[in-house]
Antibody, heavy 117, light 107 residues
């Protein structure tokens, strides 16, 4: 079975940093585009970033561009999201998702990031 | 691309037909539009991609249609498990975007 497990969330002060991880298993990780999608408490879905199968191409939402960095390690079946210069509005559950370049059929359970002083 | 979903909330009874709309601020390239379902407390589930292709395991009561800027998700006969929030998403540009969601609730 496809499994995606996020970790690394927590409470951080405004301006701080976090690194989220997503461990993949049950499928050929290197064949999948991977994405991060977030959902603020009680709000809708917001796409954050994506990375191509080999890591050679990445794109970001305007709201996080220049602050967040997506990366992957295909040898370890791991996806990462480095979050810098965090703001209160970045508070959300962060999901990793895998699939095609634009849509995804596999989702993790999410990790909560709370930005507060 | 900004996606606007309507209505915000749809109140229907089991067995009724649900029609959800997603309107894009500009044409969606190659009709690269997907629909997801999210039940309360659960992870989103892919229903439709490429505007009209059903994802694996999705019942045929779910169908997607549309092109350009106007897209529709239709649920032919609502089952109790279909009451949820539905999101459209476009992936025709380098920056992907979701719509704000339509909640389908029991009348």
């Amino acid at each position: 079975d496809v499994q995606l497990v996020e970790s690394g969330g927590g409470l951080v002060q405004p301006g701080g940093s976090l690194r989220l991880s997503c461990a993949a298993s049950g499928f050929t990780f290197s064949n999948y585009w991977m994405h991060w999608v977030r959902q603020a408490p009680g709000k809708g879905l917001e796409w954050v970033s994506r990375i191509k199968t080999d890591g050679s191409y990445t794109t970001y939402a305007d709201s996080v561009k220049g602050r967040f960095t997506i990366s992957r390690d295909n040898a370890k079946n791991m996806l990462y999201l480095q979050l810098n210069s965090l703001r209160a509005e970045d508070t959300a559950v962060y999901y990793c998702a895998g699939g095609d370049s634009g849509f995804y059929s596999s989702w993790g359970q999410g990790t909560l990031v709370t930005v507060s002083s | 691309i900004v996606l606007t979903q309507s209505p915000g909330t749809l109140s229907l009874s089991p067995g009724e037909r649900a029609t959800l709309s997603c309107t894009a601020s500009q044409s969606v390239s190659n009709n690269y539009l997907a629909w997801y379902q999210q039940k309360l407390g659960q992870v989103p589930r892919l229903l439709i991609y490429h505007a009209s292709s059903r994802a694996t395991g999705i019942p045929d009561r779910f169908s997607g249609s549309g092109s350009g800027t106007d897209f529709t998700l239709t649920i032919s006969r609502l089952e109790p498990e279909d009451f949820a929030v539905y999101y459209c998403q476009q992936y025709g540009t380098s920056v992907l975007t979701f719509g704000g969601g339509t909640k389908v609730e029991i009348k």
